[in-house]
């Protein structure tokens, strides 16, 4: 039986979500929590935007170093060859990437206003597909864009013609969240069966079904053969009403009726890192948690009510599908209700060495200190927020891929 895969593009479809963003930092420290988790790959940037490139090439030396195995590191452009070139003359050691074009007729006529119809659209894809190839590209997904709108016929043409050039996977982008349940599972099966690849399943909340639409695809493309590959968020955050949750994702396969047991993960998946990732994304988009929210939110083991509250405390199962300290919750955490030291750009050397010493970091030198602290101060020019633990301790333990990824140079 086929496994499931999570490839997580809150580095791409999150930080593209209009009002939102993330530094090159924290979208570092989300690959890193994410590898933490299991995952198997991160959609880690968009390679032809030249501010991404210094922070690509970063991870990438992560990678290679170790720190960042092994989870790999997928790069999203559209599926042109000139974005092909483009992608590799910034990001020559880039192995896995997504191509992304549009499949619907309601996207090729009412994007490309008749300038381009579906044999373009099937040429211009197999052209990027080759042309990555030809540089080494080792892990290529194509992305049918619109395919919950796309002809069916259409779409099966697509994949064969992708598979035949040689990708690894389709995807099958439900890019206005237009699926339900069934119809989503029926297409996952028809495409694992007819094409022979592993499929994606990329889906949106717009009508309130991203993570039920995302289990049901994968569970269509298992029942057709096939591995299948969900596309998640951290909390969900992604193009206007989001993507589906990475926690309520994994919650949904571990946990759900007739599925529990079921279906198995082909990376070992850390429930356990859940409450870290959740909060740190919240944290550096700057968006609340939902108190609702599945797994993370903070009503999720709360009881109030006399009935709910006595059945819990004779045994939580009467009201909790699963323990909160699965998810990694339940330590004490400290909040300073007094004086604090944080960090920010200007701070200078004395304030540093006492946050850094409250992390239990110490530098042999003064310059040493000196040269940690400067990053720092960038750091928090990109992120306009005091730094995380987590985020210092990257930047003392790796300054030289922190001084990489945190380069941005617009005038070159
Ligand atoms: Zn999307």
């Known amino acids: 039986?086929?496994?499931i895969y999570l490839i997580d593009v809150t580095n791409r479809d999150g930080v593209q979500t209009a009002r939102l963003g993330l530094s090159?930092?924290?979208?570092?420290?989300i690959n890193i929590y994410l590898n933490e988790m299991g995952v198997y790959q991160s959609e880690f940037g968009f390679p032809t935007t030249k501010h991404e490139s210094n922070y690509l090439q970063?991870?990438?030396?992560?990678?290679?170093?170790g720190i960042l195995q092994p989870i790999r590191l997928g790069g999203w452009i559209r599926a042109s060859a000139e974005d092909v070139e483009r992608a590799y003359s910034l990001v020559p050691g880039i192995k896995s990437l997504s191509l992304s074009i549009s499949t619907s007729s309601q996207m090729i006529n009412g994007k490309f206003q008749g300038k381009k119809n579906e044999e373009d659209i099937l040429a211009m894809m197999a052209e990027a597909?080759?042309?990555a190839r030809s540089h080494g590209a080792e892990n290529?997904?194509?992305?049918?864009?619109?395919?919950?709108?796309?002809?069916?016929?259409?779409?099966?043409?697509?994949?064969s013609v992708a598979k035949e050039h040689g990708a690894a996977r389709l995807r099958y982008c439900d890019t206005l969240g237009y699926d339900n349940p069934f119809t989503i599972h029926k297409m996952g099966k028809v495409l694992a069966r007819?094409?022979?690849?592993?499929?994606?399943v990329h889906c949106h909340g717009d009508l309130g079904m991203a993570v039920a639409n995302s289990v049901a695809g994968a569970m269509g493309v298992i029942d057709g053969g096939q591995d299948a590959y969900i596309n998640t968020t951290v909390n969900g955050i992604g193009e206007r009403a989001g993507n589906a949750d990475l926690v309520a994702v994994v919650l949904a396969l571990k946990k759900s009726k007739g599925l529990a047991g079921k279906y198995r993960f082909g990376t070992p998946i850390r429930l356990s890192k859940a409450w870290k990732i959740?909060?740190?994304?919240?944290?550096?988009?700057?968006v609340p948690i939902p108190i609702n929210q599945p797994g993370v939110g903070a009503n999720v083991f709360a009881h109030a009510s006399g009935i709910h509250a006595d059945g819990v405390l004779k045994d939580p199962q009467n009201y909790e599908l699963y323990d909160f300290k699965e998810l990694g919750r339940g330590?004490?955490?400290?909040?300073?209700t007094g004086r604090e030291i944080c960090s920010g750009e200007y701070s200078g050397i004395s304030g540093f060495r006492h946050i850094m010493g409250k992390i239990a970091i110490s530098f042999e030198t003064r310059a040493e200190a000196e040269r940690v602290l400067e990053l720092a101060r960038h750091a928090n020019v990109l992120a306009q927020k005091p730094l995380v633990a987590d985020e210092l301790q990257f930047i003392a333990q790796y300054p030289d891929i922190a001084k990489e990824l945190l380069t941005l140079t617009p005038l070159a």
């Open 1 to 3: 039986m086929g496994k």
């Open 58 to 65: 970063a991870n990438l030396r992560l990678a290679e170093m």
């Open 194 to 200: 007819e094409i022979g690849i592993p499929i994606e």
């Open 140 to 159: 290529i997904g194509v992305n049918a864009e619109d395919a919950s709108r796309t002809d069916t016929d259409f779409l099966l043409r697509f994949a």
């Open 24 to 29: 090159k930092l924290a979208k570092t420290m």
């Open 129 to 131: 597909v080759d042309a």
């Open 278 to 286: 959740c909060k740190y994304a919240s944290y550096a988009f700057d």
């Open 331 to 336: 330590e004490p955490e400290m909040v300073e």
